[in-house]
């Protein structure tokens, strides 16, 4: 109620901090943005909510001054005044902060220098930087956040959410009254998430303006006041978070209805699961420090989901599955038959592919083409008298790109400039080019819109329904619950419990990966 009454005070009696009228932005004849506007209000926290490509990130380097806008386009008003900034440093000095999703620090400095970048040290009459006085101004910064970080440690020996209390350092350290926070909790533990959230309200009682971009919809429900969508380059509804629902956003978001998302119906798979042999089983299988006696079974056509909390142990079970973790004791059967995984190239040849958690540090090839990483694991099925069939090479790329929809300017293109989604499209098409019989996503909807989540649970459910064993994890229980066949839980290494589709809710799985029995 206290968020309700702030918001109608802040519409009714008070000028906006940031106006953005009228933008429009166009590269090279194409129009990314038309027609955009926004407001910020001193003291609120605003969701800037949108399918991948819809516009958030050009909007908000405008914002930031990496980009202008078109010399047609409306205007930017900042605290009444019209303004134009034509660089990130102006804009920076001007009070818009920035804290992107891809972390942007020197890790071989300390957090003092990584906080107070871009300003002026203060030096003796040598003009020798003291650097007593650098790390007493970084940390009366962190101190505002309640950070206890020491400023003279260097940001290499620091977690990833210590790494993001840094950016938010740096950007309360030129006195930002705007702070962009681009997807900040995507590499978060729930006790992180807290913790910024302790932050960003704290940010939000000093009057610091908010710009809050995240694909979680329990996040902006959560800690925002506001919220604007943006569609294909166009602006298309703001307003209070009160007045509005996950679904109709989504309905905003992507121009459809959210009863067509995250569902499956029940595969074909259970009328014959007695008489046909399981894909996949694990039985009492062990690494050396996370997995432990763990047993299951994964049938043709079946997708089976794995939940639980971070640090349970379902990205090191699928690790070891694909032998990148060394089984220390257990079994694996393929078919019913026993079979030794020593290393990623055994399981390939044992028809496992593995999708990985990070598709741009364990998954892409970012400065090569959309082909070249979709058939990167299948060249040799193209080499004809030792040379590369391109002509052939070619043809299976396209394949792959229309029946995954993956959606790219020509299959020469970069993968670096294609969106989340279909660049996630492009590392699952490279392992279906190994024709396999199992196949292990961990996190395979992470970092992408809603809309292109719509898409890659269709992709693994029809493959699925083709026949292949799925094992499916994901830190989203929707996602879980909506697309999974059955429900496998994890805490602390171990399969805490199993739930069937039809019986499978939020709180059960909470309360098996919590530990309950």
């Known amino acids: ?70 010399e047609t386009s409306g205007m930017i008003t900042y605290k009444n005044q019209q303004v134009t900034w034509n660089d990130p440093l102006t804009a920076r000095k001007m009070g818009i902060g920035v804290i992107h999703q891809e972390l942007n620090l020197s890790p071989n400095l300390t957090i003092s220098e990584n906080i107070l970048m871009g300003t002026k040290y203060p030096r003796n009459k040598l003009g020798m930087v003291r650097w007593e006085e650098v790390h007493k101004r970084a940390g009366e910064v962190l ?29 309360l350290s030129c006195k930002a009254e705007v702070l962009i926070m681009d997807e900040p909790t995507a590499s978060l533990t729930d006790r992180e998430i807290d913790r910024l959230f302790s932050i960003i309200k704290d940010l939000r009682k000093q009057g610091v303006a908010i710009v809050y971009i995240s694909h979680r919809m329990e996040e902006i429900f959560k800690i925002s006041d506001r919220y604007t969508v943006l569609r294909d380059g ?38 014959n699961e007695t008489k046909i042999k399981p894909s996949l089983e694990v039985k009492n299988l062990s690494d050396a420090a996370f997995v432990k006696d763990i047993s299951f079974k994964i049938h043709p056509g079946e997708i089976v989901g794995f939940a639980g909390l971070v640090g349970a142990g379902r990205t090191e079970l699928v690790r070891t599955i694909f032998g990148l973790s060394e089984i220390q004791k257990g079994e694996v059967k393929i078919d019913g038959e026993f079979v030794q995984i020593h290393s990623p190239i055994d399981a390939i040849q044992h028809g496992v592919a593995l999708v990985p958690e990070s598709r741009k540090e364990q998954g892409l090839f970012l400065d090569m083409s959309v082909k070249e990483n979709i058939m990167m694991a299948e060249l040799k099925r193209h080499r004809k008298n030792m040379r590369i069939s391109w002509g052939s090479l070619n043809l299976a790329a396209e394949q792959y790109i229309d029946s995954l929809n993956i959606k790219t300017a020509s299959s020469e293109q970069p993968i670096s400039g294609l969106s989340g989604g279909n660049q996630q499209k492009a590392v699952i098409a490279r392992w279906l080019s190994t024709k396999p019989k199992i196949l292990l996503l961990d996190e395979p909807t992470r970092g992408v819109d809603i809309g292109a989540k719509t898409e890659i649970h269709k992709i693994i459910s029809q493959l699925a329904d083709e026949g292949l064993a799925v094992l499916m994890i994901s830190s989203e229980l929707p996602e879980v619950i909506g697309v999974s066949d059955r429900i ?8 805490a419990g199993e739930l069937q589709k039809r019986e499978a809710t939020q709180e059960k799985i909470m309360y098996y990966a919590t530990g309950g029995k």
């Open 1 to 70: 109620m206290v968020i309700q009454e702030k918001v109608k005070m802040h519409q009714e009696l008070l000028h906006p901090l940031l106006k953005m009228k009228g933008i429009h932005k166009t590269f090279s004849g194409t129009t990314v943005l038309k027609n955009v506007n926004m407001e910020l209000y001193s003291g609120e926290v605003h969701a800037l909510m949108g399918e991948n490509g819809a516009g958030k990130s050009t909007l908000m380097k405008i914002l930031s001054g990496v980009y202008t806008p078109d």
């Open 143 to 171: 101190a505002s956040m309640g950070s206890d970080l020491k400023p003279e440690s260097l940001v290499s020996t620091l977690s990833v959410a210590q790494q993001q209390m840094v950016e938010i350092a740096r950007a």
């Open 234 to 271: 166009k602006w298309i509804q703001s307003g209070p978070i009160y007045e509005t629902t996950p679904e109709q956003l989504v309905s905003l978001m992507v121009g459809r209805d959210l009863k067509d998302l995250f569902q499956r119906s029940q595969s074909s798979y259970t009328a």
């Open 488 to 495: 496998l839980v994890m805490h602390e290494g171990r399969i």
